[in-house]
């Protein structure tokens, strides 16, 4: 699979922007997709994650404290993407925001970067005070 992040822009606080990773390639729904980002001069960090979907029930998710409450992780398995919908946001969330992808089974730490075999592009979001 090979992921293309889109959305980013400039924004002000407390506006709202919506980050889309667009994955080409076969099975997309049976790869693990997390969102990260790395402000300048910092290490990337975790921002959110889904999971596949089983039957019925929508896949897993997690967020960063940081994020919790006002970013929202989905997936559309049908057109490939995995949308990252971000609210409320504050100058401290500037950043080149990554989507990654990691098959199914993998690894259950969401979290870490090293979890992840594919990476996208970046996008960057510029969150003005």
């Known amino acids: 699979v090979q992921l293309q992040a889109s959305g980013g822009g400039l924004v002000q606080s407390g506006g709202s922007l919506r980050l889309s990773c667009l994955g080409s390639g076969r099975a997309f729904s049976e790869y693990v997709i997390g969102w990260f980002r790395q402000a300048p001069g910092k290490e990337r960090e975790f921002v959110a994650h889904i999971g596949t979907r089983i039957g019925w029930s929508s896949g ?10 006002r970013f ?58």
Not at 60 to 69: L, M
């Open 72 to 129: 929202t992780i989905s997936r559309d398995n049908a057109k490939n993407t995995v949308d990252l919908q971000m609210n409320s946001l504050r100058p401290e969330d500037t950043a080149v925001y990554y989507c990654a992808a990691q098959p199914r089974g993998r690894s259950q730490t969401y979290s870490a970067t090293g979890s992840y075999n594919v990476w996208g592009q970046g996008t960057l979001v510029t969150v003005s005070s």
């Open 60 to 69: 897993s998710t997690s967020y960063a404290d940081s994020v919790k409450g």
